[in-house]
């Protein structure tokens, strides 16, 4: 690529923005670096590390010689994500936070607001692009433990076509390596988990804050019988086994009714109810286009329904209505609706899209 081309490098101030940045000024670009800010300001629940990862960002900026800008996102950020949240939450669905921050604010209003003055947006995401037929399209990483396809599964074909990612061809140890050698201050640094906006505060905190408590029965599947309270539906997702409070376990949450606000819950893991191996999607959103149209009915996949590292085999049939149905090839626990259904080729080399799962 011309090094005349310009680029916004996103940084969060992590080991794996640092390794971008240092690996695309050995190349001999010069990259604007964009810090997002997405914490409230002020507010006592949001301390997201925010003040050591602008001091991070800062320190590599000024060891390499460029400019650092903090673009804040926070009030689109409220608006738009954290308000799907809710909404699922309160439906009784599980959302998936980060998909639609990468979606709708990381390259979303950035592009709007700074991303569109530039040729490219470069990320730490463990991702790759893959050239095919003359259209770009969403490859996975060399690093399958860490590859977050999955999170970037709602973009569209104008991000993936503006997006590079610099050390998706890397495993994590190597870019731990590259950190070190090249003296980066977050070298060091622990892995961020969790909500991408969240930090540091506790999910029910959050959940609390918008949908408060109400008292509710916990129920055994198999028997009917109560076996203890809830402080609300919204607090518990399919599939949970921790934090029901409950002796002789292990407990798992198979059901919710959101109606009466009861939770129905089993003690076995190996409950038929706690697996399936299909699940259907609606308003499926493909990525760069769809692959499929001239196939025949079932088309061999692999798909992912939370971040995991490992890929599952399945079939994919095309509905009359649109809609998408999944077979999985072996029984997948805790299909939850309103989580995504990410879906790939059968090497997982391409993700293809993502719809929201409905049962």
Not at 5 to 21: E, H, Q, R
Not at 131 to 140: I, V
Not at 142 to 162: P, R
Not at 184 to 202: E, H, N, V, W
């Amino acid at each position: 690529m011309e090094h005349n081309k310009s680029i916004a490098a996103l940084f969060s101030g992590g080991v794996d923005s640092s390794v971008v940045v240092h690996l695309l000024c050995e190349q001999g670009f010069k990259p604007q670096l964009f810090y997002i800010k997405i914490g409230m300001d002020g507010a006592e629940y949001m301390d997201c590390s925010a003040e050591e990862d602008i001091e991070l960002a800062t320190a590599t900026a000024r060891k390499y010689g460029l400019s650092l800008e903090v673009v804040d996102l926070h009030r689109e950020y409220w608006e738009n994500v954290a308000a799907y949240a809710i909404d699922k939450i309160r439906k009784g669905l599980t959302p998936n936070p980060d998909v639609m921050c990468n979606k709708l604010i990381k390259f979303g209003c950035f592009e709007q607001r700074v991303g569109k003055d530039f040729d490219f947006t470069a990320t730490g995401h463990y991702a790759t692009t893959v050239l095919r037929d003359g259209k770009t399209w969403l490859g996975t990483a060399k690093d399958l433990v860490k590859d977050q396809t999955d999170f970037l599964a709602q973009i569209d074909y104008l991000q993936v076509s503006k997006l590079m990612f610099p050390i998706g061809g890397l495993m994590k140890q190597e870019v731990r390596d590259i950190a070190q050698k090249a003296g980066l201050p977050s070298a060091k640094r622990k892995d961020s988990q969790g909500i991408c906006f969240l930090g540091k505060i506790d999910y029910n905190d959050f959940v609390r804050r918008f949908l408060g408590e109400k008292e509710g029965a916990i129920i055994e599947l198999e028997t009917g019988k109560k076996l203890g309270t809830h402080h609300g539906y919204w607090f518990h997702t399919i599939g949970q086994r921790k934090g029901l409070g409950l002796s002789g376990g292990p407990w798992f949450v198979i059901k919710k009714d959101i109606q009466e606000n009861v939770i129905y819950v089993s003690r076995g893991y190996g409950v038929e109810t706690q697996y399936g191996n299909e699940f259907r999607m609606n308003d499926f959103h493909f990525i760069t286009e769809n692959p499929w149209t001239s196939e025949a009915q079932e088309i061999d996949i692999t798909f992912k329904i939370r971040h995991t590292p490992e890929f599952t085999q399945g079939k994919l049939t095309q509905e009359d209505n649109g809609g998408f149905h999944v077979l999985s090839a072996e029984k997948i626990q805790g299909i939850a609706p309103g989580q995504f259904g990410v879906i790939y080729d059968a090497k997982s080399k391409i993700c293809i899209g993502s719809g929201e799962i409905k049962y």
